[in-house]
């Protein structure tokens, strides 16, 4: 099962080219928002959007779009559960106040990652908005969350789905 | 990514990949100090609680700020108010407590082995805070941290620790933690305050100050424990800081960029100058500050419910 591929490099790049798309659209003032992974492969998935708006929307040298990295491990609702994880850096290296806040992760499944991160979020301050993009949405979401930005749809997953990115995996893809 | 034991009984018992992941696991939490709200949902619904049989400001405020920063509820029990006055047994104190459901206890007692008998009796978190002259192993684990954050490392670094060692706690988690981690160790005092065969810990002791000082990286300064003094282990605080105080002009003699360490409470004027105390070599403040984020990795580490409970 682990090796159905669903995203390949090309569409992996034309899913992400979407969303970057479908971001400059909804926001006419590019230079309000700011962008933040979740860790880990929503932390690259991130930066490719990033990458992308810089160039899609020719903001050049002039400006860079804030960026942060999020770890949800100390908001998870799970943690009973688990062997204790890893905790990475949370990083939000500017004013999230009044911020158009671009929340991005690889797979939405459950929705409580995306709960957990909302939460982090607002310990940092009081966004003007924050809206979910995704690379995969795999659907069966257990809490009221729903994307904003979609790269690909894929309902009928049955398996883990497995992101892998060139920064860190050696490959854009997207496995089932 | 976690300890293998539900307690934090002292550094002797922890191997260098537990200390590894404890220096790796305090950064993310001292990140949170900065931000609007420091405080994280990660104990939510457990309880903490504190049995202090010994006075303590610095360790039990920081253990507190610790626990609820992680939003954990704090239980402090009064100990010249409660049972224990009346005679109840450490272990009853205890198995009440955990009745109660406490969670985590965090208890500090004058009885070397105290924590270790209580662990043993309970299925709860025992943290050691101190039991008398054997390990206050928090301590052990902030200086070490506190270390690392600096100097990068902690492997061949020649670290000193002057004054009292035969009655200090700090002294023995820091022999473990560092020795652990591939530091050289040394240690200076007059020789009533050494204790016997400590070189089996794997240290080098010394008597005179001025020959031990030369080329440390990091100079920790234990308290002289002048509540203890009746036992009259040296002729006279005056001789004592003659010989042992650590002043400005002694840490010209260490290597320039020498980190200068207390555990607090320091008796200024003894076994640290005021201008030692205050130069830029300090770093006694961060110390405190680091407890608190240290104490917070611990108590996440530490996760009591996790299945396999067994004490080390």
């Known amino acids: 099962m682990a090796n159905t591929i669903i995203l390949n490099e090309k569409s992996f790049q034309n899913a992400i080219c979407r969303i970057a798309n479908d971001i400059i659209i909804d926001n006419k003032n590019i230079q309000k928002i700011a962008i933040v992974g979740i860790h880990s492969h929503g932390v690259c998935v991130a930066k490719k959007i990033l990458i992308k708006i810089t160039r899609l929307a020719d903001i050049g040298d002039k400006y860079q779009i804030p960026f942060g990295t999020l770890d949800i491990t100390l908001y998870r609702d799970d943690l009973n559960d688990l062997k204790i994880p890893v905790i990475k850096d949370t990083i939000i290296p500017f004013d999230i106040n009044n911020k158009s806040i671009v929340l991005v992760d690889d797979v939405l499944y459950t929705g409580r990652t995306v709960r957990a991160a909302l939460d982090v979020l607002m310990d940092f301050g009081r966004p003007k908005s924050i809206k979910l993009a995704v690379l995969i949405d795999r659907g069966s979401h257990e809490l009221p969350i729903k994307a904003d930005y979609v790269g690909v749809r894929h309902n009928n997953a049955k398996g883990f789905i497995k992101v892998k990115c060139v920064e860190t995996d050696g490959v854009d893809g997207v496995y089932e | ?312």
């Open chain 2, 1 to 312: 990514m976690s300890f293998k034991c539900k307690d934090l009984l002292g550094i002797e018992y922890l191997d260098k990949k537990d200390l590894q992941v404890v220096l790796d696991s305090v950064k993310p939490f001292k990140s949170l100090f900065t931000r609007s709200v420091k405080k994280t949902p990660t104990l939510i619904g457990k309880t903490v609680v504190m049995l202090f049989y010994e006075p303590s400001t610095r360790t039990r405020t920081s253990f507190e700020i610790a626990a609820k920063r992680l939003s954990a509820d704090v239980v402090n029990v009064a100990i010249n108010t409660s049972s224990v006055i009346k005679g109840e047994s450490l272990i009853d104190t205890g198995k009440t407590l955990e009745a109660m459901n406490a969670d985590y206890i965090i208890i500090r007692h004058s009885m070397s082995g105290a924590p270790y008998m209580l662990a043993k009796n309970l299925a709860a978190s025992v943290i050691n805070a101190g039991d008398g002259f054997h390990e206050h192993p928090t301590q052990g684990l902030l200086d070490l941290y506190t270390i690392y954050e600096k100097k990068k490392k902690i492997e061949g670094l020649r670290v000193l620790l002057v004054g009292d060692i035969l009655h200090s706690r700090v002294a023995k988690s820091n022999i473990w933690a560092l020795t652990k981690m591939g530091a050289e160790v040394a240690v200076v005092g007059p020789p009533t305050l050494i204790p016997l065969n400590i070189e089996e810990l794997g240290v080098k002791v010394y008597y005179d100050l001025d020959e031990a000082i030369k080329k440390a990286d990091v100079i920790n300064i234990l308290r002289i424990q002048l509540e203890r003094q009746f036992e009259s282990l040296f002729p006279s605080v005056h001789e004592y800081v003659e010989l042992y105080q650590v002043t400005k002009e002694r840490l010209a003699m260490a290597k320039p960029k020498v980190l200068v360490m207390h555990p607090g409470p320091m008796n200024r004027g003894i076994e640290i100058s005021s201008d030692a105390a205050d130069s830029s070599n300090a770093v006694i403040n961060e110390q405190v500050t680091n407890g608190i984020a240290v104490r917070m990795a611990v108590l996440y580490l530490l996760n009591p419910r996790r299945g396999n409970v067994y004490s080390n």
